[in-house]
Nanobody
Framework: QLQLVESGGDLVQPGGSLRLTCVFSGRSSDKLAIGWFRQAPGKEREGVSCVSNTGGSTRYADSVRGRFTASRDNAKNMLYLRMNGLKPEDTAVYYC??????????????????WGQGTQVTVSS
């Protein structure tokens, strides 16, 4: 059974940095694109970033491009999201999710079928 577990969320001051980690198990990851999503209180879940099956191609939401970097290590079955220059509007629960496709996709969440439980990121002074 495929499982995803996120970690690394924390309370951080504006301008600070965090690295989120997503560990997946139960299936080989080399045919799967993986995405990061977030949901703030009272808002819909939105795509943040996604990575192709090899890690060679990534997509970012306009709101995080240049500040966030997604990467993956298939040998370890892990996905990372490095977040720099954090802003209060980045406060949300962050989720990773799996899609049965090779290329990254952020325009729709429909292909993402397995989700982690989420990790809370709070940016506040």
């Amino acid at each position: 059974q495929l499982q995803l577990v996120e970690s690394g969320g924390d309370l951080v001051q504006p301008g600070g940095s965090l690295r989120l980690t997503c560990v997946f198990s139960g299936r080989s990851s080399d045919k799967l694109a993986i995405g990061w999503f977030r949901q703030a209180p009272g808002k819909e879940r939105e795509g943040v970033s996604c990575v192709s099956n090899t890690g060679g191609s990534t997509r970012y939401a306009d709101s995080v491009r240049g500040r966030f970097t997604a990467s993956r290590d298939n040998a370890k079955n892990m996905l990372y999201l490095r977040m720099n220059g954090l802003k209060p509007e980045d406060t949300a629960v962050y989720y990773c999710a799996i899609a049965d496709r090779l290329t990254p996709l952020l325009t729709t969440q429909t292909p993402y079928h397995t989700w982690g439980q989420g990790t809370q990121v709070t940016v506040s002074s």
